[in-house]
């Protein structure tokens, strides 16, 4: 299985970035994909998921209403976007799956957002 993350970069505050996680190895379907954020000296927190086949999605407050997570079943890529974006939004993103048979991480990929 592997999850190969990718999108992210300097933003200045206000502005939007997508970020990609290309998915392989797995049933796309038959799992949950979700983001996590970690800033330093904080603990990685979990900030949207999208699950099962009806594609509901689950967000963090800290980003609800700004961040909007989809997937493409034809691409095997799941993506956020990211709005609205604020300096305290700067972290480095991991995409997540979870199925009956494991939990998997990508790499991550660093967002930072200037004031």
């Known amino acids: 299985v592997q999850l190969q993350a990718s999108g992210g970069g300097l933003v200045q505050a206000g502005g939007s970035l997508r970020l990609s996680c290309a998915v392989s190895?797995?049933?796309?379907?038959?799992?949950?994909i979700a983001w996590f954020r970690q800033a330093p000296g904080k603990e990685r927190e979990g900030i949207a998921c999208?699950?099962?086949?009806?594609?509901?999605?689950v967000y963090s407050d800290s980003v609800k209403g700004r961040f909007t997570v989809s997937r493409d079943f034809a691409n095997n890529t799941v993506y956020l976007q990211m709005n609205s974006l604020e300096p305290e939004d700067t972290a480095v993103y991991y995409c997540?799956?979870?199925?009956?048979?494991?939990?998997?991480w990508g790499q991550g990929t660093q967002v930072t957002v200037s004031s």
């Open positions: 997540n799956a979870r199925n009956a048979w494991g939990n998997y």
């Open positions: 999208i699950v099962s086949d009806n594609d509901d999605t």
């Open positions: 190895g797995l049933t796309f379907g038959n799992s949950a």
